[in-house]
């Protein structure tokens, strides 16, 4: 069974930082793509990052490109996202996905809240 | 930039009635990328159509996915109290690189 558990989240003041996780299990890691997605309160689906199955390549959205890095541990089986300069517009439950067939993710984990407030 | 543009933004039906749920593209996507998610509250998304017409693993045969070029569309036949949900489109290719749409609550 797959599962993805993310981990991680927590209340931070503007131009914080965070690191966020999701273990993976019950698939081969290293070979597939992984991404991070967001979801602030009461809103949509919106994507954040992807990362290659050897972490070599790396894309961000716009809105998060030059303060978060996605990175990968394939030893581990883990997923993590480095959040810098965070910003209270980030505020969101953060879900890490398995990239499916066509672009789709078809995996996701339950989610992990970031509250950016001072 | 693209955007996905979903109607209604609210469907009001009852169990066993049927629902279709339509995703405009503001460009040509290709069938290949599309996709459609089912969410309920407090729960992750989860998949439900990839390419815009087959169906993800699990996923009941009364759902089912079609469309081309800027229009696409979601269908369920005969709805479970199961199916009553928030869903999403997603397009994956144009920038930003992975849209959703804004999403269609099914009440």
């Known amino acids: 069974e797959v599962r993805l558990v993310e981990s991680g989240g927590g209340l931070v003041q503007p131009g914080g930082s965070l690191r966020l996780s999701c273990a993976a299990s019950g698939f081969t890691f290293n070979s597939d793509w992984m991404h991070w997605v967001r979801q602030a309160p009461g809103k949509g689906l919106v994507w954040v990052s992807r990362i290659n199955s050897d972490g070599v390549t790396t894309t961000y959205a716009d809105s998060v490109n030059g303060r978060f890095t996605i990175s990968r541990d394939n030893a581990k089986n883990t997923l993590y996202l480095q959040m810098n300069s965070l910003r209270v517009e980030d505020t969101a439950v953060y879900f890490c996905?398995?990239?499916?067939?066509?672009?789709?993710?078809?995996?996701w984990g339950q989610g992990t809240l970031v509250t950016v407030s001072s | 930039e693209i955007v996905l543009t979903q109607s209604p933004g609210t469907l009001s039906l009852s169990p066993g009635e049927g629902a279709t749920l339509s995703c405009r593209a503001s460009q040509s996507v290709s069938n290949t990328y599309l996709a459609w998610y089912q969410q309920r509250p407090g729960q992750a998304p989860r998949l439900l159509i990839f390419a815009t017409s087959f169906r993800a693993t699990g996923i009941p045969d009364r759902f089912s996915g079609s469309g081309s070029g800027t229009d696409f569309t979601l269908t369920i036949s005969r709805l479970e109290p199961e199916d009553f949900a928030v869903y999403y489109c997603q397009q994956y290719g144009y920038s930003p690189l992975y849209t959703f749409g804004q999403g269609t609550t099914l009440e």
């Open positions: 996905a398995r990239e499916g067939r066509g672009g789709s993710h078809d995996f």
